[in-house]
């Protein structure tokens, strides 16, 4: 089954009311299309979106630390405690170095909560898949945002992205990110190897959010 992460950010369409709103709209996208949804809201918004929607909500960071003084840390016992699923990890937003991903990465695993590691080339993605969580995101930072998607701008980053890590771990699932907006960008993602793929803006600022949506996976059909 296709995958689509919907990273919230911190957008205001994307926030409190709005956020939970966007979350209603995955949900059924998940089910009328059998496409799996994550969604990755703020922090703040985790637990009232999972107790509303079923489908998996994962944080946007979590910190390798664990109960005690470490004010202004998110960690896994509390996004846990919130409904969240999972994770990313070391999005380009909020990178971190490669020993505090082993640390958040075990962090995540101590409460059972799936990760996504994004990367940001293929050596970086070799090192994340070493570390064997449940995806890496490989996603260039310069096509953030840019409208471009990485799979037509430099589709070799993903396909050797995906021949590095299952090379290294091949449970590890690859997902591909960065300027991800139409349905043929998602089909080209997959034909380069990748499970599914890592969107934000493209949706998010979206006139009509439903729709951006549907005609992204009704697209790469």
């Known amino acids: 089954m296709t995958i689509i992460v919907l990273n919230f950010k911190t957008y205001r369409e ?53 109960y005690g003084g470490f004010t202004g840390h998110v960690t896994a016992a509390s996004i846990k405690a919130a409904g969240a699923r999972g994770s990313l990890i070391n999005h380009s937003e909020r990178r971190i170095k490669l020993a505090d991903m082993e640390a958040s990465l075990s962090a995540c695993r101590d409460f059972a909560l799936a990760s996504i590691i ?38 070799s980053v993903v396909s050797d992205s995906v021949s590095a890590v299952k090379k290294i ?32 803006s493209g949706i998010i600022k979206a006139k009509d959010q439903r729709q951006a949506l549907e005609d992204l996976v009704t697209g790469a059909k």
């Open 14 to 66: 994307s926030t409190g009311s709005e956020a939970l709103r966007l979350a209603e709209i995955c949900e059924d996208i998940a089910r009328d299309y059998s496409v799996q949804m994550i969604v990755a809201p703020q922090t703040a918004d985790i637990h009232a979106i999972s107790q509303k929607v079923k489908i998996p909500v994962y944080a946007q960071h979590v910190d390798g630390v664990g």
């Open 118 to 155: 994004c990367t940001n080339n293929v050596a970086t993605t070799r090192a994340a898949a070493a570390l064997e969580p449940d995806y890496v995101a490989v996603e260039p930072p310069e096509l953030i945002g840019s409208g471009i998607p990485v799979s037509k701008a430099n589709p």
């Open 169 to 200: 771990a091949p449970r590890v699932g690859v997902l591909c990110g960065a300027g991800i907006t139409h349905g043929e960008d998602l089909r080209s993602a997959l034909d380069l190897g990748s499970e599914g793929v890592l969107l934000a």
